[in-house]
């Protein structure tokens, strides 16, 4: 799709980068973070958190509502400040949004006043990007979503499944080396689901992204990881990082074999004592 764009953008990073950095693309140590909302009780929603990620890597974090995933990819994010703790995306320190840093909301958040396309070059405007070019990857991602047509639409005349196809095409257009996705296809049917989830996973191959994905789904999380952080209840600790070793590139029969099977009742069993999820 837009590989001479991507090739590009790889290339710079790739040459400054040693190979441990790779390692450690994503960095998470000791980090902590209480609510404290003037008028009411502080909420501690996520404690001791210690992961890594590497480049190119898909990792899933998976737990209970309200156990502090959206909290942690907002901190990733540099939405929200941390309490306490090392938080570092493309070797750098967060301290507020990174321009290599895509964020796909729980809602989608298009901005009313906008069409559909003019809300998916948000980034690149808000970048000063080459318009031009970017168009052109705009236009390639709305028609891998369905959405050709609506190009010219404002928000309010699309379904809410397709705001969110909106919302996802407005993530990827700048190409961001990491991509952040909070239960990016909760709101779109199943058949869409498993369509969008087959996607993304052809982007990421061709993109070399680092994908953060939040999910309700544990077979979601099975299918689309390298990797799935498990949270427990809040405060949100990690309770498990679990290995997916199936195969590459996957195609939607993985979902019910036997192997894929094996991991999400391995990761549910961390919730089927307290009843939550799925
Ligand atoms: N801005 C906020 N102020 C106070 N408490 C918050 C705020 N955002 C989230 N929380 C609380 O932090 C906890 C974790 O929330 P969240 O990260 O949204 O969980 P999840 O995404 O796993 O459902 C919840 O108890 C939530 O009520
Ligand atoms: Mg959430």
Redesign the pocket.
């Known amino acids: 799709m837009a590989s001479r764009i991507l090739g590009r953008h790889q290339a710079t990073h790739a040459a400054k980068a040693p190979e441990s950095d790779e390692d450690s693309w994503i960095e998470v140590a000791g980090l902590q973070?209480v609510?404290?909302?003037r008028r009411?009780e502080p909420?501690h929603?996520?404690s001791d958190i210690d992961f890594t990620i590497r480049r190119g890597e898909f990792v899933s974090i998976v737990?209970?509502?309200?156990?502090?995933?959206?909290?942690?990819?907002?901190i990733l994010a540099g939405l929200?400040p941390k309490t306490e703790g090392t938080v570092r995306v493309a070797n750098r320190d967060v301290t507020g949004p990174l321009p290599e840093v895509g964020m796909v909301f729980?809602a989608a958040t298009l901005l009313p006043w906008r069409t559909i396309l003019q809300n998916v070059m948000v980034p690149v405007q808000v970048q000063r990007l080459n318009v031009r070019e970017y168009r052109t990857r705009a236009e390639e991602l709305l028609r891998m979503v369905g959405l050709e047509t609506f190009a010219d639409k404002y928000p309010h005349e699309l379904s809410g499944g397709m705001q969110q196809r909106a919302g996802i095409c407005r993530a990827l257009v700048h190409n961001p080396a990491v991509l952040l996705m909070?239960?990016p296809f909760g709101a779109l049917d199943a058949m869409t689901r498993e369509y969008m989830n087959v996607e993304l996973l052809r982007i990421w191959r061709e993109s070399g992204q680092t994908i953060v994905f939040?999910t309700h789904s544990i077979s979601e999380a099975v299918f689309l990881s390298d990797r799935v952080i498990v949270?427990s209840p809040?405060?949100?600790r990690i309770a498990e990082i679990v290995d997916i070793d199936l195969g590459r590139p996957r195609d939607l029969g993985m979902v019910s074999s036997d192997a894929a099977g094996v991991h999400v009742k391995r990761i549910r069993e961390h919730f089927s004592a307290i009843g939550a999820i799925e």
């Open positions: 973070k609510y404290r909302p009411s909420t929603a996520l737990g209970p509502s309200g156990c502090g995933k959206t909290t942690l990819l907002k929200i729980q909070d239960e939040v949270l809040r405060p949100g």
